[in-house]
């Protein structure tokens, strides 16, 4: 390796981009771009593998591509007859298609059979295919959640899709970098969901546009993984290239356990290597942010996109442009009038921001012993099999199916509504997914974003309900 | 893709901030392993009634607006997914530059590879044009200024590789597969074990 003397302190971004440049950018032409690791779905690669084809190509790497079906994939189980009900033939085709292309071509599939299938930001982390240093990728914009481990993640398009696919390299410019340190602690009641929905209301829904995010400080040290994916899959929501969390003890613990992160010997080297992976000491960021933990509540947001996000308990803004008046509109609310207390007919706990076991416990905890209201009609879609099996292993099912609430089969459901699950039109949800847009839940549906915690204690309530009150539970032994 | 050095045309104007992905090409519509014909369901919701009739309100039903190949938009045009559906389905509609003061960076890179030009001006100018919507604008790439007919000319940035892809329809994939030496470098370098 070469020496390092008078190289200037590099931010973890800067270091995760030169260990990847195959051609340094120029004026002329951006760099080409190394990808460690290419996730692939049934509803983004279809036409790229289509490209390939024409031209002649196969993968330069089939081994570096892993694929999962996700979007189109009913969540409810498969009939007597052991069909599943797609929602349509197109749907069910994109599905066969990706099983076809990944058998012609040889890339790992975990299909509808797999015991490891899930959302692609679930299962890769799960497995240990996303681990620190790496570059990943994926046609999917949430590809930001393997940011959590210390990779440059970011999602791509249809057309990059094949460029990846037929040389493991992406064209890229490189990004500017931008830190968010979160200091101190978090109240009870409060958690990373919120966190990130805070951060997005501050910098706003383009305040991360051309940037890449180091998140930092002793908040997010604090967090354990499952709650780093929650914060960093957001980031582009925020309009961000990509984030991320330089890896430390929480990294390598979790990695240990994962089936298919280095093992042994292989594993003591990685770690090694792992542990270089932080941003030096004076490392400069083009754009630095900082955030008090004590100034974080429970929030949701109010509006029809991620940046209208505030506190339960307060007012929701007024008005002071046309987009905001119609954001209002659409979601029927007036300024002035706070958003807890708005009765909800539809929550949804899911999806690759809180769709991890952690987020299946909070829930299950919320709703022991309690009833979903009889207003509500709740979906509980757990990221994974992974996930859906240990959730049942600790009888969590259970708890959600007494309380009146539904247990599905993993996907992202209702999240991006493209399977048949629902929000009707003009109904009000609490989702723990990641986008309020109009329609975004099907047409007319009208989404508040909010955590686990909340989104479980509106559905007690029947109304979006401030979760610092949820009265505490001594713990059973069962 | 063939290359093409400059664009005229009156605009459509959208005024809305954030229009995001999901109003450009909703999910629904994404169950295609197709690239065409996305272009009936661009800006679905809002160009179509429930009951399938053509909203009579919505910019781009409007009869003097057909056939117009620029898209004046409100700050942070295309923000949300990563779904090339969304260039996709403009590209179907005829549009071929979206002007904003503000363009997701996803959207932005997927609309250069389907000849779809994303034009960022000051938040004041794109005001300024959208006052004449019915100006031919004169896009020219090659200077990468966009002029009125009043003699106005605004510069905007646009990558050097870009405006050459775009004026020599230069094939991405091709000019990476042409890298392939370099590629087999940097792997025997790296993945050596
Ligand atoms: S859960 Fe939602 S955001 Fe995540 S990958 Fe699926 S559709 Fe995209």
Redesign the interface.
């Known amino acids: 390796m070469s020496s390092v003397e008078s190289q200037p302190p590099r931010t973890l971004f800067d270091k995760l981009w030169d260990n990847h440049v195959v051609v340094p950018e120029s004026d002329s032409a951006p760099a080409v771009l190394y990808v460690d690791l290419h996730l692939i779905h049934e509803v983004t690669s279809p036409q790229a593998f289509t490209e390939l084809k024409a031209r002649g190509l196969k993968p330069r790497r089939p081994d570096r591509t892993k694929a999962t079906m996700d979007h189109s994939t009913p969540t409810l189980p498969a009939g007597a007859d052991g069909k599943l009900a797609y929602s349509s033939a197109a749907a069910e085709n994109q599905v066969d298609t990706l099983a076809r292309n990944c058998a012609e071509y040889g890339i790992e599939l975990f299909d509808m059979q797999s015991e490891s299938r899930g959302i692609v930001h679930v299962i890769a982390p799960e497995l240990g295919f996303t681990q620190p240093g790496m570059t990943i990728v994926c046609g999917d914009s949430h590809t930001s959640t393997h940011g959590a481990f210390g990779a440059l993640a970011f999602g791509i398009g249809t057309s990059e899709v094949g460029h990846v696919l037929a040389s493991q390299c992406l064209l890229q410019r490189k990004a500017r970098t931008m830190a968010i340190t979160v200091e101190g602690e978090l109240a009870a009641g409060v958690g990373a969901k919120d966190v990130i929905l805070h951060i997005i209301g501050v910098i706003g829904v383009n305040g991360g546009t051309g940037h890449v995010i180091e998140y930092r400080g002793s908040t997010i040290r604090a967090m354990d993984m499952e709650q780093r994916m929650t914060l960093c899959n957001m980031s582009i929501e925020a309009g961000a290239r990509a984030g991320m969390v330089a890896p430390d003890e929480v990294t390598y613990q979790w990695l240990a356990r994962a089936p298919r992160a280095p093992k042994g010997e292989a594993f003591t080297a990685a770690r090694a290597q792992w542990a270089q992976l932080r941003s030096d000491e004076g490392a400069r960021f083009d754009v630095e942010v900082a955030i008090d933990a004590a100034d974080i509540r429970p929030t949701l947001t109010w509006g029809t996109h991620p940046g209208t996000a505030i506190a339960v308990d307060a007012p929701i803004p007024a008005a002071n442009d046309a987009a905001a008046q119609k954001g209002l509109e659409y979601m029927q609310f007036k300024s002035g009038h706070a958003l807890e207390g708005t009765p909800v007919d539809v929550v949804f706990v899911g999806s690759c921001t809180n769709g991890r076991l952690s987020d299946m416990r909070e829930v299950a905890q919320v709703l022991d012993q309690r009833r979903v209201h009889p207003r509500v009609r709740m979906l509980v879609v757990p990221g994974s099999e992974q996930v859906k099996r240990q959730a049942e292993a600790e009888g969590i099912d259970a708890i959600i199916r007494a309380a009146g609430a539904e247990w599905r089969e993993p996907g992202c459901s209702m999240c991006i509504a493209m399977n048949g699950d629902l929000v009707a039109p003009g109904q009000l949800a609490v989702s723990t997914s990641n986008r309020n847009f109009e329609g975004r839940q099907g047409p007319g549906s009208r989404t508040l974003l909010a955590s686990p915690l909340s989104a479980a204690w509106a559905a007690v309530n029947g109304r979006v309900s401030d979760p610092r009150r949820i009265p505490m539970q001594t713990q059973e032994v069962a | 893709m063939a290359g093409f050095d400059c664009i005229r045309s009156a605009s459509v104007v959208l005024?809305?901030?954030?229009i995001?992905t999901?109003?450009i090409i909703?999910?629904?519509f994404?169950?295609?392993?197709?690239?065409k014909g996305l272009g009936q369901h661009a800006f679905n919701?809002w160009r179509w009634q429930?009951d399938g009739t053509p909203n009579p309100g919505f910019a781009f039903n409007q009869p003097h607006n057909q056939g117009r190949g620029i898209l004046l938009a409100?700050?942070?045009f295309g923000?949300?997914?990563?779904?090339?559906?969304a260039?996709w389905a403009l590209a179907d509609l005829g549009l071929k530059a979206i002007v904003s003061s503000?363009i997701?960076?996803?959207f932005r890179?997927?609309s250069l590879?389907?000849g779809l030009l994303p034009i960022v001006l000051d938040e004041a100018d794109v005001q300024a044009l959208m006052q004449r919507p019915d100006d031919e604008l004169h896009i020219d790439i090659d200077a990468c200024e966009l002029r009125t007919p009043d003699g106005r000319v605004y510069p905007f940035p646009l990558?050097?590789?870009a405006r050459?892809c775009l004026m020599q329809g230069v094939d991405?994939?091709g000019?990476?597969?042409a890298?392939?030496p370099?590629?087999d470098t940097?792997?025997a370098r790296?993945h050596a074990s």
């Open positions: 005024r809305e901030t954030n995001d999901d109003q909703p999910a629904r994404l169950s295609t392993t197709e690239r919701d429930a409100g700050r942070n923000c949300g997914s990563s779904r090339e559906h260039p503000e997701a960076d996803i890179n997927n590879k389907n990558d050097a590789f050459t991405e994939m000019y990476l597969l890298r392939t370099d590629i940097y792997e790296h």
